[in-house]
């Protein structure tokens, strides 16, 4: 399918009486919005293109998904007090938007030079970011945010699935609860990994709904995590980074994999 047939399908399955739709040619991008509220999703159609040659329509069905939920949420108003509970971090790439269309800005922490944390509020089938607004209307401290944030990360399952290839083992979390990547913030979760380890410990966290740790135990582990994390990152709906993290005494370092067998 090219721009023109998925435009036509995504304003198809997303026709509402409540919606409206304006597409920008020269950026090639579909934006949908509520009538009432004013606020809405700008969608980038060449994205759709590539990810629906390999993931077929499942790659529209997820679009649907996420403009349907994040629609619902626009221009509603959110309280955080008495939802501690449901206050998690989100990891997103640095090139994400530091703030709203509105020009709220959300509330974030420095994480690595790739990654970068953002706050949420859990809403069931999605989540709402945090923004300064919101702090502000609740009187709460960033350091209340964070402590809510990091405890609850640390009470998700971390179930994980191993498999073997060349030699090296691979585990991957992937319940797709929204915050799979989040769990690189379970300090703890990381430690008892890197007790099982027994060759060099690579992190990586390609998109939202994945977090893979990768125990190398030879040249060609780096080969294979470089290939695996770049497919996960190109089939993710919400892409985070496609470069791998060395984990050592509890700190994180991003490693450059070039080339056949080669680490820098």
């Known amino acids: 399918m090219d721009s023109n047939q998925i435009k036509r399908e995504l304003e198809k399955r997303l026709a509402n009486d409540e919606r409206t739709f304006s597409y920008d040619r020269e950026k090639d991008i579909l934006r949908i919005e509520n009538k009432k509220t004013k606020k809405g999703i700008n969608v980038s159609l ?26 619902q949420v626009m221009g509603t108003t959110q309280t955080l007090s008495g939802k501690e509970q449901k206050i998690f971090p989100v ?26 944390i953002y706050y949420a509020l859990d809403l069931g089938n999605t989540y709402r ?4 607004q919101m702090l ?27 498999d073997t290839v060349a030699g090296n083992d691979f585990y991957f979390l992937n319940t797709n609860d929204g915050y799979d990547a989040s769990r690189i913030l379970n300090d703890s979760f990381l430690k008892e990994m890197a007790s099982r380890i027994k060759g060099e410990m690579i992190v990586a966290i390609p998109h939202q709904d994945v ?15 470089a290939q695996m994390t770049m497919s996960f990152f190109s089939n993710g709906h919400v892409p985070i980074t496609a470069l791998s993290f060395l984990y050592k005494e509890g700190e994180l370092e991003p490693i450059f994999i070039m080339g056949k067998n080669r680490k820098f």
């Open 46 to 71: 060449p994205e759709i293109v590539s990810k629906w040659a390999v993931m077929k329509e499942k790659a529209i069905d997820e679009v649907v998904y996420y403009v349907k939920e994040a629609l």
């Open 91 to 116: 990891m997103r790439s640095t090139s994400f938007p530091k703030e709203a269309r509105e020009g709220v800005a959300f509330f974030t922490d420095d994480h690595t030079a790739e990654t970068r």
């Open 129 to 132: 970011l945090i923004d300064e």
């Open 136 to 162: 502000t209307a609740e009187n709460w401290s960033k350091d209340y945010i964070r402590e809510m944030a990091k405890f609850n990360v640390r009470s998700l399952s971390t179930e994980l699935k191993k």
């Open 211 to 225: 977090l893979i740790i990768g125990d190398i135990q030879n040249e060609t582990g780096y080969d294979v995590v």
